[in-house]
């Protein structure tokens, strides 16, 4: 027997960057998916790489209401639903913090890693096609340090020597990401469920990278979104053992599908 979906306690948390959104940043095959969770009281929930200044301006552009992770992981905002003030939860280290932990890794690594913030203006746009306020508001680090992704072959090590220094390391599509050790978007999720004394409610999870595992582990319906050309190669375990299901379409398109069948099809 099939059960309305506004009866179940669920929420629908996503990752952003190549999920929600593509790499040109264009998110409008979700928009109506969004519209119909709204109407059936089911949050959306970012919980991505970027910053709270990013997250605020595009919660504003698309009307969501419902709170946020932000910095992989290394804090939560929303607003308390008695006065609307908007609520932190730190769960990391200040970016000051690991700033100088970066560089202390920098050097026993033997090379300068290149953090996102020391980039110039045309760097960032080259890399991340960001322009004009939307640098600015990428550039309002609070819990994490993103860096240019080192040669594949210094993986291993670099995470070793994080880890030695109380941090970890978590790749994206085009940055990698400095936080405190323990910081990940798991982890975001569950002190969220905590704060809001919501500790039964469901996740359904969607992410596309490296850095979404944590989050897709701890869910309970995780879907990976593919890019053009197929899933992250981090995930394809996860998919290829049952664990993590494949959305059947790229970014946003692929999210609003996924979603739409996933919800149209509980079962009590």
Known sequence: MKSKPYNLNWWVVTDIDG???????????????????????IPVIPCTSKTASEVRDLRNKIG?????????GGAVYGNMSSSNEEFELILGETYKELRSKLNLISLELGYSLKPLNDLSKLEITELTGLKGKAIELALDRQWSVPFLNPPDSDRTRLGEIALSF?????????????????????????????????PDVKIIALGDSQNDLPLLEMADMPIVV???????????????????ALAPAPHSEGWSLAIRDLITNFDE
């Open 19 to 41: 999920t929600l959104m593509d790499h040109n940043y264009n998110l409008d095959p979700a928009l109506p998916t969004i519209k119909w969770l709204k109407e059936l009281s």
């Open 64 to 72: 969501l209401k419902d709170p946020f992770i932000v910095e992989n």
């Open 166 to 198: 109380g941090t970890t390391i978590y790749q994206g599509n085009r940055m990698s990401h400095l936080l405190a050790r323990g910081s990940h978007k798991g982890k975001a999720v569950v002190s969220l469920k905590k704060f809001l004394n919501q």
């Open 226 to 244: 593919p890019g053009k050309d197929g899933p992250n190669s981090f995930l394809r375990k996860g998919i290829s053992s049952g664990k993590f």
